[in-house]
């Protein structure tokens, strides 16, 4: 007989017990029952006080996605008001900026007009997947307005803005832009407040010509940009040669009367604008020039003040300049016409650049009969 053999029931103990256990079932279930349900209550309960079903309410910034270039639209509001419910340990943490609004535009018809419903991509990207689905949402399906405008067109030329003030020594030539025009497209609105185009060209570093590509802009008439239009292209290119200033001098433009005034009508002064130029040349040749004197001019009809546009006498090897830096070939020239009395005799305007008048001026008109 093995030691362990008292410590081992036979089957008839092992009968027995399970005969007792049997019983005990049997006679105590409603109470095993009872207690099992009072255990899960009593989880239940613990669980809602330590951490309560709660709502909060979130204001949310509806963000835009998906955006068909050339749709001009409008949001029926920024952000979106939602209500969620959830365990308060999960929305205590919540602010406005974890929750996402997504907006598709490219779910909505470009070619309606009147505003149409879209329905927001409501999303939490800080939370577990699990957590999610504990969340309930008011409204559980949120949507805004979209309002989508009718784009209209129009082309405009391009103006191109670069430094005044070139390198010493230098001046900029004639501006090339490529292109020089470029299409607009946008909410009417805005585009009747658009009337010109313009870019902003920088030269790539000091003493350098202007080359490159630049992004266009439009603006108002009061050169405020216009936002909201788009630019097809966006970009282009601008080209300003620096070219070498040639010597110059500054000289007064004088008036050639080739005939003067009838009696008794005399010119008592003559305006000359602009009344001074600018000579390019050679040195040696802008050292005789004092002066630049208009084509003849005859007053002999005038009997009132007059105001005449005529070319300039220019030297074939001088280039002439306005205060602009712009060639010029004429100016504009006012004569100031008085009516003598019939026993005055006429005083001549000394013959000077200084008083706009050519040194080669006709003498002076007298009454009929003087000799």
Same mark, same amino acid.
């Given at each position: 007989?093995?030691?362990?053999?008292?410590?081992?029931?036979?089957?008839?103990?092992?009968?027995?017990?399970?005969?007792?256990?049997?019983?005990?079932?049997?006679?105590?279930?409603?109470?095993?029952?009872?207690?099992?349900?009072?255990?899960?209550?009593?989880?239940?309960?613990?669980?809602?006080?330590?951490?309560?079903?709660?709502?909060?309410?979130?204001?949310?910034?509806?963000?835009?996605?998906?955006?068909?270039?050339?749709?001009?639209?409008?949001?029926?509001?920024?952000?979106?008001?939602?209500?969620?419910?959830?365990?308060?340990?999960?929305?205590?943490?919540?602010?406005?900026?974890?929750?996402?609004?997504?907006?598709?535009?490219?779910?909505?018809?470009?070619?309606?007009?009147?505003?149409?419903?879209?329905?927001?991509?409501?999303?939490?990207?800080?939370?577990?997947?699990?957590?999610?689905?504990?969340?309930?949402?008011?409204?559980?399906?949120?949507?805004?307005? *979209?309002?989508?405008?009718?784009?209209?067109?129009?082309?405009?030329?391009?103006?191109?803005?670069?430094?005044?003030?070139?390198?010493?020594?230098?001046?900029?030539?004639?501006?090339?832009?490529?292109?020089?025009?470029?299409?607009?497209?946008? #909410?009417?609105?805005?585009?009747?407040?658009?009337?010109?185009?313009?870019?902003?060209?920088?030269?790539?570093?000091?003493?350098?010509?202007? =080359?490159?590509?630049?992004?266009?802009?439009? #603006?108002?008439?009061?050169?405020?940009?216009?936002?909201?239009?788009?630019?097809?292209?966006?970009?282009?290119?601008?080209?300003?040669?620096?070219? !070498?200033?040639?010597?110059?001098?500054?000289?007064?433009?004088?008036?050639?009367?080739?005939?003067?005034?009838?009696?008794?009508?005399?010119?008592?002064?003559? #305006?000359?604008?602009?009344?001074?130029?600018?000579?390019?040349? #050679?040195? !040696?040749?802008?050292?005789?020039?004092?002066?630049?004197?208009?084509?003849?001019?005859?007053?002999?009809?005038?009997?009132?003040?007059?105001?005449?546009?005529?070319?300039?006498?220019?030297?074939?090897?001088?280039?002439?300049?306005?205060?602009? =830096?712009?060639?010029?070939?004429? *100016?504009?020239?006012?004569?100031?016409?008085?009516?003598?009395?019939?026993? !005055? !005799?006429?005083?001549?305007?000394?013959?000077?650049?200084? @008083?706009?008048?050519?040194?080669? @001026?006709?003498?002076?008109?007298?009454?009929?009969?003087?000799?």
């Amino acid at each position: 007989m093995s030691f362990l053999e008292p410590y081992i029931p036979n089957k008839e103990r092992l009968e027995q017990r399970k005969s007792d256990i049997t019983m005990s079932l049997r006679t105590d279930w409603v109470f095993k029952v009872i207690a099992l349900l009072t255990a899960v209550t009593l989880y239940v309960y613990v669980q809602t006080e330590r951490n309560p079903t709660i709502q909060r309410s979130f204001n949310i910034t509806i963000t835009p996605v998906n955006n068909t270039e050339g749709i001009d639209y409008d949001l029926e509001s920024p952000t979106i008001a939602v209500t969620l419910s959830g365990q308060k340990s999960v929305l205590e943490g919540l602010k406005d900026s974890d929750i996402h609004a997504l907006a598709d535009i490219h779910k909505l018809n470009p070619e309606v007009y009147t505003p149409q419903v879209l329905l927001l991509q409501i999303q939490l990207p800080n939370l577990p997947a699990p957590t999610l689905k504990g969340l309930v949402f008011d409204p559980p399906m949120p949507s805004t307005h *979209v309002q989508i405008y009718q784009p209209a067109v129009k082309t405009l030329s391009v103006t191109a803005l670069y430094p005044k003030e070139p390198p010493v020594g230098f001046r900029y030539g004639n501006p090339e832009i490529q292109p020089s025009r470029v299409r607009l497209m946008g #909410r009417a609105e805005k585009m009747k407040r658009v009337t010109h185009i313009v870019v902003n060209a920088q030269p790539s570093g000091t003493g350098a010509k202007v =080359d490159g590509e630049f992004i266009v802009q439009a #603006r108002d008439s009061e050169d405020r940009p216009v936002e909201g239009v788009q630019l097809e292209p966006n970009a282009v290119r601008v080209i300003v040669p620096l070219q !070498e200033e040639p010597p110059s001098k500054i000289v007064l433009v004088s008036a050639d009367i080739s005939e003067p005034t009838a009696y008794p009508y005399t010119i008592s002064e003559i #305006r000359v604008e602009p009344s001074q130029l600018k000579l390019l040349g #050679r040195p !040696e040749r802008l050292t005789n020039l004092s002066t630049i004197s208009t084509e003849p001019i005859s007053a002999k009809a005038f009997t009132q003040n007059q105001t005449v546009t005529i070319r300039l006498n220019t030297p074939p090897d001088i280039g002439l300049r306005d205060d602009q =830096d712009k060639p010029i070939t004429s *100016v504009k020239v006012t004569f100031i016409i008085k009516k003598m009395a019939t026993s !005055e !005799e006429p005083h001549p305007i000394k013959p000077t650049p200084e @008083a706009g008048i050519s040194p080669k @001026a006709a003498p002076p008109n007298r009454p009929l009969g003087t000799p």
